[in-house]
């Protein structure tokens, strides 16, 4: 079954001010969360 969870990584994120380098993901198309250094936190996600 493929996840519908993506993982941006490394992304520089505004918020509309600058926030610095994050991850972000997402889930059936919308942004869920934004930190940094997710990865481990959501193995199932597909990174991008």
């Given at each position: 079954?493929e996840?519908?969870?993506?993982?941006?990584?490394?992304?520089?994120?505004?918020?509309?001010?600058?926030?610095?380098?994050?991850?972000?993901?997402?889930a059936?198309?919308?942004?869920?969360?934004?930190?940094?250094?997710?990865?481990?936190?959501?193995?199932?996600?597909?990174?991008?």
């Open positions: 079954m996840s519908n969870l993506f993982l941006i990584t490394n992304a520089d994120v505004f918020t509309p001010e600058a926030i610095g380098k994050n991850d972000v993901l997402v059936g198309g919308k942004i869920i969360a934004i930190r940094p250094q997710m990865a481990s936190q959501v193995p199932m996600a597909k990174i991008i």
